[in-house]
């Protein structure tokens, strides 16, 4: 260690540093004490608080009353309630073994001692202890009422006696808040105690509900008149006035939906007016109580509409509700009325709206579903004419007004989602008023009819992309449920079918339009051309397996289109290709038919793959071909497919070899793989159902020759289809013996000889996994 110093003379030098430190530190100590007993002495009257203007700091936390508030907080409620469970035990027990005066000077005194108390505690700065004891006597001030009432007031009205009571008490506590603003109790009480008086004043009264309403709405307004002044009563006194205000509309509304005549419905709605003024001034006062003005809106609704409501019928009650909350809409928008003021109105107007579409719509929806029973019996001709639906004007009236306030919301609000609602309700209200009315069929239809085409054509030129989804959903809801309809006449399935199918060739020539309506109106076009030449067969009286053949049309027209139907082309040539399914399913009943349904699809495909961006379409060409002629062969029992297949063989064969030759990266399975798969595929299925050796020999050499051949000219068609050939007939041959050593095995070998290739296949893993990743590269450089 480095020292400067000798080491006698540095440890001297550190004795007399650390004399000096505690010098300086018994200094410092005892300046402490000084200053601590200077600023926490009693401060003589009229002088200044210690803080920073005076020079005086509070005490630290540790000095004061507050020290521990949690567990001083619980021992001070502990404190409370026993002494306010004494109280209670002899006020009850006890107190009939007073006399009167006895009685008298006890809760007097004790009631004084109370309320006395608090003031003493708060000059000592003990404010929570002076808190606990002005409850205690708060509660013997209710004590003092019920004493009075029992001994000197038994007679009296119980509940008006309550109410007086509560008022005195309210008045009471009031009071001794503001004499000792100390206090946060008190205050807060007398709010509380405030609520009681006019509810209890209106049951004894026997007001009714309607009487109640009017006490429960003038302490709501005295409650909003202290949030709005009180500053420090503002929450309490918003939370009792909305308590109290919903509970006065509730008991309007009550009252005047269940009125019985208008004159008895002018009393409740008189309440909901004054609710519905007490809402809008609340929030005309205060920029935050948009939901006041909301409450409001509702209690004018209610109040109009349950005076309209004796005299009408339910539905038409609903129309009425729904007029009374236009004028709430009209109001968004305008500058003149404060904001909060808009937009409860406004909310109360959309909600009843709402309210009033979801009603209309439950009306109105049992009548496009009622079109499912024509599926039991087609062409019938057994749809109703001229029976309306209960209910049904007034749902066809409410439909189109909530979708004019809606309509008019997105206007003034400019969002997109009142819109869509508006969209909705006014397609939805026009699709089924012909039905609610009870029109005749005919017009039904034409009705139903335009109104899928003014779906559809909003669909493609509304430049709001919710307004047009929502208007291309209602035009294929529609268009499925008229269609449905269709099929109870034979003229109207020709018709509307027909006109839904011009419509949609419209739509998807459509230049402008988005490119998904017009696919989806491409799509559209050719399941109704679809349909109509479906009719069209069923007017013929052939059988079903014949349908298919005229719904070939269809995919033929579209692959005859192709490039020329731009941008729809994909969504035509994918429902071109259901019709092309349900063609051939439709045919699957008559093996002759299918054969002959499966040529013509395949040449469609065939003719589809001559252009360059559909050469993929070959393989379905070739596919449909040669199961076609498999089917054939099958349902003439042709027992030697070679024969028949053979030509096609050849010929297909020579195709591909002039396609190599031309394009000689020209892939083996497009040149050679039809003509093979035609050839080899008839002779397996027919060798593994012979019986003989010759099929199964003769299908074999030339299984081998091709798999030889492929891997000779490096070609993977003829390789991997010789290949599984030749396996496919191996096993053929070996599986009676396979089966007949199995019959003679004991049963634990085959599972031990399972067990025994995974444990060698898993032992060699890797090198297995290697082995077939380079099969794969091997056969990856084969065309």
């Known amino acids: 260690m480095n020292m400067p110093l000798p080491p006698a003379e540095e440890l001297a030098r550190i004795d007399h540093e650390l004399v000096q430190l505690d010098a300086r530190r018994a200094y410092l100590l005892g300046r402490r004490d000084w200053l601590l007993r200077l600023l926490y002495a009693p401060a003589p009257p009229g002088a200044p608080a210690p803080g920073p203007a005076s020079g005086r700091v509070p005490a630290p936390a540790a000095a004061g009353e507050a020290q521990a508030p949690s567990a001083q907080t619980v021992l001070l409620t502990l404190g409370a309630v026993l002494l306010a469970v004494a109280a209670l035990a002899f006020t009850l027990v006890s107190w009939g073994s007073l006399g009167i005066a006895g009685r008298s000077a006890v809760l007097a005194a004790v009631t004084a001692a109370a309320l006395a108390a608090p003031a003493l505690l708060l000059r000592r700065g003990l404010r929570s202890t002076a808190e606990s004891v002005a409850a205690v006597a708060l509660l013997l001030t209710m004590l003092d009422a019920y004493a009075l009432y029992a001994v000197a007031l038994p007679d009296t009205d119980g509940t008006a006696y309550a109410a007086g009571a509560a008022a005195v008490a309210a008045a009471v506590w009031a009071g001794y808040g503001r004499v000792l603003p100390g206090l946060r109790l008190p205050l807060p009480a007398a709010v509380a105690a405030a609520q009681l008086p006019l509810p209890l004043a209106a049951l004894a009264g026997q007001g009714g509900a309607v009487g109640v309403g009017w006490a429960l709405l003038a302490t709501a307004a005295l409650d909003a008149a202290l949030a709005l002044r009180v500053r420090r009563s503002a929450v309490l006194g918003v939370v009792l006035a909305s308590a109290l205000g919903a509970g006065a509309l509730l008991l309007g509304a009550a009252a005047s939906w269940s009125a019985a005549s208008t004159a008895q419905a002018w009393s409740p709605a008189a309440l909901l007016l004054a609710a519905a003024a007490l809402g809008t001034a609340a929030a005309w006062r205060e920029p935050r109580a948009a939901a006041a003005a909301a409450a409001g809106g509702l209690a004018w609704v209610v109040a109009l509409g349950g005076v309209a409501r004796p005299g009408l019928e339910p539905g038409w009650a609903v129309a009425a509700h729904l007029a009374a909350a236009l004028p709430l809409v009209a109001p968004v928008g305008v500058g003149a009325l404060p904001a909060a003021v808009r937009r409860g109105l406004a909310a109360a107007g959309a909600g009843t709206a709402a309210l009033a579409a979801l009603w209309a719509w439950s009306v109105a929806l049992p009548a496009p579903a009622a079109r499912a029973g024509v599926l039991d019996e087609v062409w019938a001709a057994t749809a109703p004419g001229g029976s309306p639906f209960a209910q049904g004007a007034a749902a066809a009236v409410v439909l189109p007004v909530a979708a004019g306030a809606a309509w008019w919301l997105s206007r003034r609000l400019s969002r997109p989602e009142p819109a869509v609602v508006a969209v909705v309700a006014a397609w939805s209200g026009l699709f089924t008023a012909p039905v609610l009315l009870g029109f005749p069929a005919a017009v039904v239809f034409a009705v139903q009819v335009a109104g899928v085409a003014a779906a559809g054509l909003l669909a493609l030129r509304s430049a709001a992309r919710g307004v047009a989804v929502a208007a291309g959903a209602c035009a294929l809801g529609g268009a499925l449920n008229v269609s449905l309809g269709a099929l109870d006449g034979r003229a109207a399935t020709f018709a509307v079918w027909g006109l839904l199918g011009a419509g949609c060739a419209l739509g998807a020539a459509y230049g402008t339009a988005p490119r998904w309506a017009r696919s989806a109106a491409a799509a559209g076009a050719a399941g109704y051309a679809a349909g109509l030449l479906g009719a069209a067969s069923a007017l013929t009286d052939l059988a079903v397996a014949w349908w298919g053949l005229p719904l070939l049309a269809v995919p033929a027209a579209v692959a005859a289109l192709g490039s020329r139907l731009g941008p729809v082309r994909l969504s035509a040539e994918i429902a071109a290709g259901a019709v092309g399914v349900v063609a051939v399913a439709l045919s699957a009943l008559r093996p002759g038919t299918l054969a002959l349904t499966l040529s013509l699809a395949g040449v469609v495909c065939a003719g589809a793959a001559v252009r360059p961006e559909r050469r993929a379409l070959g393989w379905a060409a070739g596919v449909l071909l040669v199961a076609a002629s498999w089917v054939r062969l099958a349902s003439e029992e042709v027992t030697a497919p070679e024969a028949y297949a ?114 060698a296949v898993g032992a060699t893993y890797e090198r297995r996994l290697a082995d077939a990743r380079r099969m794969r590269e091997a056969l990856g450089r084969y065309r």
């Open 646 to 759: 053979l030509p096609v063989t050849v010929s297909a064969l020579a195709v591909g070899y002039l396609r190599r030759r031309r394009d000689p990266r020209a892939s083996s399975w497009t040149a050679y793989g039809p003509g093979l798969g035609a050839m080899l595929l008839p002779s397996l299925l027919a060798a593994w159902a012979d019986a003989g050796w010759q099929r199964p020999l003769l299908l074999g050499l030339a299984a081998l020759a091709l798999t030889l051949a492929g891997a000779r000219r490096g070609l993977q068609a003829p390789l991997l289809l010789g290949g599984a050939v030749l396996a496919a007939v191996a096993l053929h041959e070996l599986f009676p013996y396979v089966v007949q050593v199995a019959g003679v095995l004991p049963r634990w070998l085959p599972p031990a000889l399972a067990g025994l290739l995974l444990l």
